[in-house]
């Protein structure tokens, strides 16, 4: 998808933009290795220059600062969780069943295919980040925030379907559930107490059979009682 993406960006470029635009992708690459290998606060702009053998200033071309790095990569994570999370709710019919496909696309296919990119999308949700989005401090903020919103939509018009075929409770206000569920979702793959872990282990409850009962318990929570 990436490279399809590259090649589509690169039609119709002059031949110092598409040198230009190589550099840039070289550098991303470059900075998701180390990323991927030492998260955020450990990587330095300097390692990843002399992992290009570029000049620092020479990095800071392409890139105002390190967290703008940073998000270029998470963007292309989020842009495999799109069309993982487009995909899976695409191929159900009831809104109940896309919902269902959502969570299960997020809790099983997204995180444990592309886990790098999901640890890095959790630590660009912080506070820090979100401080520096508001500031203007950081490239690709914008599409951080597009792409975000339209990762939401997917399951809000799911929820929207479903109160509109009677698989989904009427009451149920669409954004408001979407966030919950999202939320209780990720709760639930990002289990970070040990003591939990460790009843799960004691009972011989394997991690996927939790997240399946706890997406089940998600949707028993909006299902409709009374479908037509």
């Not at 630590?123 to 520096?132: G, K, L, P, T």
């Not at 929820?159 to 075929?165: A, M, R, S």
């Not at 989904?168 to 970070?192: D, G, H, K, W, Y």
Request: glycine residues 4%; hydrophobic residues 40%.
């Amino acid at each position: 998808m990436a490279k399809r993406k590259f090649n589509q960006e690169m039609a119709g470029l002059s031949r110092r933009e598409r040198e230009k635009l190589q550099r840039r992708n070289s550098i991303i690459d470059a900075a998701q290795k180390r990323f991927f290998g030492r998260g955020f606060d450990w990587v330095s702009m300097d390692e990843i220059a002399g992992d290009l053998e570029l000049s620092k200033p020479a990095l800071y071309r392409y890139f105002k600062n390190k967290e703008s790095l940073y998000i270029a990569v998470v963007l292309r994570g989020m842009a495999i969780l799109r069309d993982t999370l487009r995909d899976a709710v695409k191929k159900e019919k009831t809104g109940l069943d896309k919902v269902s496909g959502f969570l299960s696309a997020l809790c099983f296919d997204y995180v444990h295919k592309h886990a790098d990119y999901y640890r890095l999308l959790t630590v660009a949700r912080e506070q820090r980040f979100m401080d520096m989005f508001k500031r203007h401090e950081v490239e690709g903020a914008k599409e951080f925030g597009n792409m975000a919103f339209e990762l939401l939509t997917f399951l809000v018009n799911a929820i929207k379907l479903g109160i509109e075929d009677n698989s989904i409770r009427e009451n149920l206000e669409p954004l408001q559930t979407a966030l919950f569920l999202v939320v209780a979702c990720e709760a639930a793959v990002n289990m970070s107490s040990e003591y939990q872990q460790n009843l799960l282990t004691h009972r011989n409850i394997a991690k996927d059979e939790y997240l399946a009962h706890s997406i089940d318990l998600m949707l028993q929570g909006i299902a409709t009682t009374n479908k037509k």
